[in-house]
């Protein structure tokens, strides 16, 4: 089943079970995949990497917002966003964990010969390929940005 059915599966049995936190997020999701495939045209459907890409953006924009409502003093507001990211985040891949990705890095550092901090652009190149949404982008640059620094 792909991300776009399971969420529509998901969204009917929120209806039936009534969890309106859940129903809520699940409605705006299946809403931002419509508008996607709205924006490709009738005859297309969103992919898998589209759709996944499209939860990622959900993911940053609640935390995003989160901090907003932090620094504007709603802290309230800014839990209901944190709230979301969790749901949000059932619908994408496991995140790697901190041996796979300092594995990965290795192996990303060693294919592109990068050992300085001047080599960080191509170091995050390979790097961001080979994590491929499993591991968020600050993450991976600061894991990066600390093995150069210690190398170089």
Do not use: C, H, W
């Amino acid at each position: 089943m792909g991300l776009v059915a399971k969420v529509s599966a998901d969204l009917l049995s929120a209806m039936k079970s009534r969890d309106e936190r859940r129903l809520a997020v699940l409605r705006m999701l299946k809403a931002e995949f419509q508008k996607a495939q709205a924006d490709k045209g009738r005859s297309s459907e969103v992919t898998e990497d589209e759709a996944l890409a499209l939860v990622r953006r959900l993911v940053k924009q609640r935390r995003d917002a989160a901090e907003q409502y932090e620094a504007g003093g709603a802290k309230e507001r800014a839990q209901e966003e944190l709230n979301e990211i969790p749901l949000l985040e059932e619908y994408l891949p496991a995140q790697l964990s901190e041996e796979e990705l300092d594995a990965m890095l290795k192996d990303a550092a060693a294919k592109t010969g990068a050992g300085e901090p001047k080599d960080m652009g191509k170091l995050m190149s390979t790097l961001m390929q080979m994590t491929a949404g499993r591991a968020d982008g600050k993450r991976v640059k600061e894991k990066a940005a600390a093995f150069l620094s210690a190398k170089g």
